[in-house]
């Protein structure tokens, strides 16, 4: 099963390398991850998603926690939550045809084009996972030249996110 | 200055850790990272944003270059690029009057909003840091209650970019 996790850090050199080690350490691998600083220098917050077995992602979010440089760990999968990323595709677009068809789908998606060249396209688009995939294979006729995603980013619906709670120790 | 690398690496447990130590090492922060798998399942995508001196990150792209792990380093920082992030940030919406106010910032800045609660509202918003922090900057009046930002993911413009050249060793 697929689980998100939310984790505000301290914003410094080795964070990363400690948090993504406990996961490899178990031979889990993180499918998607986004770090971003917050409004708030000192913290950022990663966005992992990790698959894996219940007991044992439980296990490294409580190893987690007791990280020094974890400042707040959620898991919100069983929240209702808001889960994105965003994506840059590159596809050949190598005439006015192929222009117009990709035009087309990039309103169905609700995308955007960022960049043309002389024979390609860069589109860049939101979205859930499956929305993403959709995307991925309405284009993969046109041939794909490049792709970069972001690793998903997650809210939490309605109000009850407090804002950067501090670790109490 | 900041450099943006775009790292291809294998898909598997570990890599990470290896490439965040890398600069972990070195005391090097990484101020945004964006990791996704790329079409190639096998495959995924880091696009890591340093900032540091010019001759020690030439160094550290050596060294992840040597790392089996890494398929294709490029630091395209030279190079014209289109980078950019997504952002979420939950803000206090009391009433109908900040729901109009919030609702003409938002289409100002080509921004979305994914979510309304009972006092809040979710934006969805993508763009270049400076975008980014000039909707953080108008929103802030209001009370931002959450924000989660993916790490910056950039593509060269053009056609040049070759599709996953594999390592030739």
Redesign the interface.
């Known amino acids: 099963m697929k689980h998100t996790l939310?984790v505000l850090v301290e914003?410094?050199?080795?964070v990363?390398?400690r948090i993504?080690?406990l996961?490899?350490r178990?031979?889990?691998?993180?499918?998607?991850?986004?770090?971003?600083?917050?409004?708030d220098p000192d913290v950022s917050?990663m966005?992992i998603v990790v698959s894996g077995d219940e007991v044992v992602i439980e296990q490294v979010c409580k190893q987690l926690n007791k990280l020094v440089d974890v400042i707040k760990l959620t898991d919100i999968t069983d929240k209702e939550f808001?889960g994105?990323?965003?994506?840059?595709i590159?596809v050949n677009c190598p005439d006015a045809k192929a222009r117009m068809e990709i035009m087309q789908f990039v309103d169905i998606f609700r995308a955007r084009v960022?960049?043309i060249?002389?024979?390609?396209m860069?589109i860049?688009a939101?979205g859930e996972a499956a929305k993403i995939d959709a995307i991925?294979d309405t284009l993969?006729p046109f041939g794909?030249?490049?792709?970069?995603?972001?690793?998903q980013?997650?809210?939490?619906?309605?109000?009850k996110?407090p804002?950067h709670p501090k670790k109490s120790n």
Not at 11 to 14: L, Q, V
Not at 84 to 88: L, N
């Open positions: 939310s914003n410094k050199p080795g990363l390398t993504a080690g996961f490899a178990r031979g889990y691998n993180i499918s998607s991850l986004a770090v971003g600083e917050t409004d917050r966005t808001i994105r990323e965003m994506i840059f590159k960022v960049d060249g002389k024979d390609t860069i860049e939101t991925e993969r794909i030249r490049d792709f970069v995603r972001t690793g980013i997650a809210m939490v619906r309605g109000a996110n804002k």
